[in-house]
């Protein structure tokens, strides 16, 4: 069973840069995708972006000047940076794994299928 | 961007009831069409993908139909577990959205 787990400060600063790592246990981080998705308090769910195993990126062009997702294979883990936040960044965010029938860039991966438990960042001025 | 329209954002439903809750696309999907599950307080689950298909482990009662912009879930039995939100998504292209969620409380 494919298991994710979030990690990293609960509190940034305002301005400041924003750093999540997803590791990745009871399966490889080869041959598929992987995402980030967040939620703001008692609001509905937005997609950041996603890397492939390989390292190809895709982000939602509403973040995209500020967010950077890489992959490390050998760590078996993926990381999102976004740079420049404010309040409105506030939110739990959840790494997943995206899948679908093909999961080579630049097919676009279909859906989340796993999914960490979560993690809140509240951005402080 | 695709906008994705859920109705109703939130409905109340007796144990037993059979719910049906409404996505659609501002333009074409096709099949691409995902539904999820979340309850308070933890991520959300993937309950079906490609409009039709049910994921593993996920209960019979739920089914999912619909193409081109207008998709439905439908709960067909609605047990205590199924009070919960959920959500569809997306995946026809860049960025991928989800709807705005749809509550279901209980009567």
């Known amino acids: 069973q494919v298991q994710l787990q979030e990690s990293g400060p609960g509190l940034v600063k305002s301005s400041e840069t924003l750093s999540l790592t997803c590791s990745v246990s009871?399966?490889?981080?080869?041959?598929?995708?992987w995402g980030w998705v967040r939620q703001p308090p008692g609001k509905g769910l937005e997609w950041i972006g996603y890397v492939y195993y390989s390292g190809s990126t895709n982000y939602n062009p509403s973040l995209k000047s500020r967010v950077t997702i890489s992959v490390d294979t050998s760590e078996n883990q993926f990381s999102l940076q976004l740079s420049s936040v404010t309040a409105a960044d506030t939110a739990v965010y959840y790494c997943?794994?995206?899948?679908?029938?093909?999961?080579?860039?630049?097919?676009?991966?279909?859906?989340?299928?796993?999914w960490g438990q979560g993690t809140l960042v509240t951005v402080s001025s | 961007d695709i906008q994705m329209t859920q109705s109703p954002s939130s409905l109340s439903a007796s144990v037993g009831d059979r719910v049906s809750i409404t996505c659609r696309a501002s333009q074409t999907v096709k099949t691409y069409l995902n539904w999820y599950q979340q309850k308070p307080g933890k991520a959300p689950e993937l309950l079906i993908y490609?409009?039709?298909n049910l994921q593993s482990g996920v209960p019979s009662r739920f089914s999912g139909s619909g193409s081109g912009t207008d998709f439905t879930l439908t709960i067909s039995s609605l047990q205590p577990e199924d009070f919960a939100t959920y959500y569809c998504?997306?995946?026809?292209?860049?960025?991928?959205?989800f709807g705005g969620g749809t509550k279901v409380e209980i009567k």
């Open positions: 997943a794994r995206v899948n679908g029938d093909v999961v080579e860039p630049p097919a676009i991966p279909d859906y989340f299928d796993y």
């Open positions: 490609a409009a039709s």
């Open positions: 009871g399966g490889s981080i080869n041959n598929y995708c």
């Open positions: 998504q997306h995946s026809y292209s860049i960025p991928l959205t």
